[in-house]
């Protein structure tokens, strides 16, 4: 498949496999990225190579993901980019800890969209099991955000 077209329209089938998006993932055009980014049946590992792209919105969609990994989502809470952290705050799948953290985020739209998420807990008494995990991984807010993946 050499065609840029053939790899497009692949790239949107849904009949297209995961180990079909995941070679789709290793072309370096953006078209194609985006797409396997969102595509449906795109596997855990290929999201997390797509969720350190340089491209904000190829990040930003791979976040988005029903497949994307809980790690990949804690990684993820530390992106640069807030509009990535705003979608990792209004993730069904962040952890509640995760969630505590990014409510202290300094940008207000991050802030808001933990507030929205189904699974915050506004309970600042009692650290959750997942805040204290995250804690310990020492993410700093300054991070990328980003991990090589091979």
């Given at each position: 498949?050499?065609?840029?077209?053939d790899?497009?329209?692949?790239?949107?089938?849904?009949?297209?496999?995961?180990?079909?998006?995941?070679n789709?993932a290793?072309v370096?055009m953006?078209?194609?990225?985006?797409?396997?980014a969102?595509?449906?049946?795109?596997?855990?590992?290929t999201?997390?190579?797509?969720?350190?792209?340089?491209?904000?919105?190829?990040?930003?969609a791979?976040c988005?993901?029903?497949?994307?990994?809980?790690?990949?989502?804690?990684?993820m809470?530390?992106?640069?980019?807030?509009?990535?952290r705003?979608?990792?705050?209004?993730?069904?799948?962040?952890?509640?800890?995760?969630?505590?953290?990014?409510?202290?985020d300094?940008?207000?739209?991050?802030r808001n969209?933990?507030?929205?998420?189904?699974n915050?807990?506004n309970?600042k008494?009692?650290?959750s099991?997942d805040l204290?995990?995250?804690n310990?991984?020492?993410?700093?807010?300054?991070?990328?955000?980003?991990?090589?993946?091979?």
């Amino acid at each position: 498949m050499n065609n840029l077209y053939d790899q497009i329209v692949q790239s949107i089938d849904d009949n297209s496999t995961p180990l079909q998006l995941h070679n789709l993932a290793k072309v370096n055009m953006y078209p194609i990225k985006i797409n396997v980014a969102k595509n449906i049946n795109t596997a855990p590992i290929t999201l997390i190579k797509l969720a350190n792209d340089t491209f904000d919105s190829i990040r930003l969609a791979a976040c988005q993901h029903s497949n994307i990994p809980v790690m990949q989502l804690i990684i993820m809470s530390a992106d640069e980019c807030d509009d990535v952290r705003i979608c990792v705050a209004r993730n069904p799948l962040t952890p509640t800890g995760v969630l505590a953290s990014l409510s202290c985020d300094s940008n207000n739209d991050v802030r808001n969209s933990v507030l929205n998420n189904p699974n915050y807990k506004n309970d600042k008494t009692t650290p959750s099991k997942d805040l204290v995990n995250f804690n310990a991984l020492n993410i700093s807010g300054k991070s990328k955000g980003r991990v090589k993946v091979a």
